[in-house]
């Protein structure tokens, strides 16, 4: 069984940045698409970011430039570094991995981030 654990969130003005992390119990990363969704009050979770099992990534729109996807494959961790953040950032973000062969699927609990003055 995987456990994926993010830390990192937290509350945060315009313009700043933040770090997400999310930490794997066990060496998924060969086998899995990693990635980063979010959801906000009312809305419906979206992809913000993911990484390929041979590191290939990918970035909504949204957040194209101001945010990067990264992991370290010896630590188990994933990291997604946000930057000139906007309130309408603000959401709960969650780790996911999906086990390419059988396509299971595996999610953290979430963290929140708020952007707000």
């Known amino acids: 069984q995987v456990q994926l654990v993010e830390s990192g969130g937290g509350l945060v003005q315009p313009g700043g940045s933040l770090r997400l992390s999310c930490a794997a119990s066990g060496s998924i990363f060969s086998s899995s698409v990693m990635g980063w969704y979010r959801q906000a009050p009312g809305k419906e979770r979206e992809l913000v970011a993911s990484i390929s099992n041979s590191g290939s990534t990918f970035h909504a729109d949204s957040v194209k430039g101001r945010f990067t996807i990264s992991r370290d494959t010896i630590k188990n961790t994933m990291f997604l570094q946000m930057n000139s953040l906007k309130p309408e950032d603000t959401a709960v973000y969650f780790c996911?991995?999906?086990?390419?062969?059988?396509?299971?699927?595996?999610w953290g609990q979430g963290t929140q981030v708020t952007v707000s003055s």
């Open positions: 996911n991995a999906r086990v390419v062969r059988s396509n299971v699927a595996y």
